[in-house]
């Protein structure tokens, strides 16, 4: 049997698509379906999502300035290269495989970038550009190795990931760090908001504005397809409630952040306002529309859900399989590079442990916590989005409420007991799935 998946974005035990019993298109029938699903061990993001709404409502009781419009901003800042990270990863995890040289991959990438602006006074673009190209030309190299040589996936990503490093500390050199110079890489460290670049307000409404209309019109899209095709469907309401939830929250977000909130940092910012979304929003907008099309409505997509499930039964339905486990190793260091670029732009520096440490484990945490399965044949790329923020919160609240040297110990500890959590659900649904009470 294969795992395919359906037009709902979510992976099927076989190679079918089993219509529903019951009244199709109307809310009990929805709700019955979605009810039988999370029973058979299908909860997608849901404990993610719920388990980010409980840490939020948490430290925003105990920290009085958890939800200020100062931290809100860095919050989404602190998460973008954990999501863009876990994005990639995410294809890899669908395959049943695991790539633990993407972290180092993209300070490979990053250092290069840093590298040809700097020491080579190239232009911004070009140099990223090269990382973003190197980024998959390290990711042809390793699924090549995987795909023809047979080399299992941790062993040849483990070694990369030693080899990475190595490189990133030859390209940094004895100085330990190359900083990005405020004018030649100007139009990278504004994707996180330096020197005040950040979107213009009226742009962050119009951003909404297509997002929701986009997500209701592809949502109705999908919902008339299948019901032509005589198979269950989401009821326009239900659409027409999570599209009015999305502006409402999207509304509070943009009108938070076109607040200045530079005077509830420090009062040294009294005469400088800093309002605006930042720029590196839009890239995850479009990165998460991009990715999610590709991997749901493309026939690509259905394929490597294919191979995740099942690479044999793929193999023998015409699947061209090598090409498929190459495939998902280049994106997923391609967006490694990226994931370099957007914590370059954070941290306004490469440092020689660029990429090293906690980097790759964060991504994967953000994938798992999201939903996606460590078995394969499971995961969106929404997945990524809700995991990198509960990781984000998680990492930006514990640092604050707990202070002193004993500080980053505890934000690895919850961190990881979230991690064993999200991975539990994901074991005790593989069985339900399966009928395994065992």
């Known amino acids: 049997m294969t795992a395919t998946e359906n037009p709902t974005g979510t992976a099927t035990a076989t190679g079918e698509t089993v219509p529903e019993t019951g009244a199709a298109g109307t809310l009990l029938a929805y709700g019955r379906n979605r009810l039988e699903r999370a029973r058979g061990g299908e909860l997608g993001s849901m404990p993610a999502v719920a388990g980010l709404v409980v840490l939020v409502i948490f430290f925003a009781i105990v920290q009085n300035g958890f939800l200020s419009l100062y931290n809100i901003a860095n919050l989404v800042t602190q998460a973008a290269p954990i999501i863009v990270l876990a994005m990639g990863l995410i294809f890899v995890l669908l395959l049943g495989e695991i790539d633990l040289s993407a972290g180092t991959a993209s300070g490979v990438c990053a250092a290069l970038m840093a590298v040809m602006i700097v020491r080579h006074s190239l232009p911004w673009y070009v140099a990223v550009l090269a990382a973003i190209v190197t980024g998959a030309v390290l990711g042809f190299l390793i699924g090549w190795l995987r795909a023809k040589v047979r080399i299992p996936s941790f062993v040849v990503t483990l070694a990369a990931f030693l080899s990475f490093q190595g490189i990133v500390l030859m390209q940094v050199g004895k100085a330990g760090s190359i900083s990005l110079p405020d004018q030649a890489a100007k139009p990278i460290i504004t994707l996180e908001g330096y020197n005040n670049n950040l979107m213009p307000l009226w742009l962050g ?213 979230v991690l064993l959590l999200a991975a539990g659900f994901d074991a005790t649904s593989r069985r339900v799935g399966r009928g395994d009470s065992h």
Not at 389 to 400: C, E, H, K, P, S
């Open 205 to 417: 409404w119009v951003m909404l504005a297509v997002v929701a209309g986009g997500y209701a019109l592809v949502k109705l899209r999908i919902a008339v397809s299948r019901r032509s095709a005589g198979l269950e469907a989401e009821p326009a309401l239900v659409t027409f409630a999570k599209t009015l939830l999305m502006l409402i929250l999207g509304a509070v977000f943009v009108y938070l952040l076109g607040e200045n909130r530079a005077i509830q940092q420090n009062a040294f910012f009294n005469n400088l306002k800093i309002e605006g979304i930042p720029w590196v929003v839009l890239l995850l907008i479009v990165l998460t529309v991009g990715l999610t099309f590709l991997l749901s409505r493309t026939r690509y997509g259905r394929h490597v859900y294919a191979v995740g499930g099942n690479d044999e039964a793929s193999r023998r339905a015409g699947i061209r399989v090598d090409r498929i486990r190459i495939s998902v190793f280049v994106i997923c260091s391609t967006l490694a590079a990226v994931a370099g670029v957007v914590q370059a732009s954070q941290l306004e520096s490469v440092a020689s442990n660029f990429g090293a440490g906690n980097t790759l484990l964060l991504a994967v945490g953000a994938a798992v916590i999201g939903g996606t399965s460590l078995f394969g044949g499971r995961g969106r790329i929404m997945d990524a989005v809700w995991g990198g923020l509960v990781v984000a919160v998680i990492q930006n609240g514990m640092g604050d409420l707990i202070k002193g040297a004993n500080s980053q110990a505890w934000q690895w500890i919850v961190t990881g007991l």
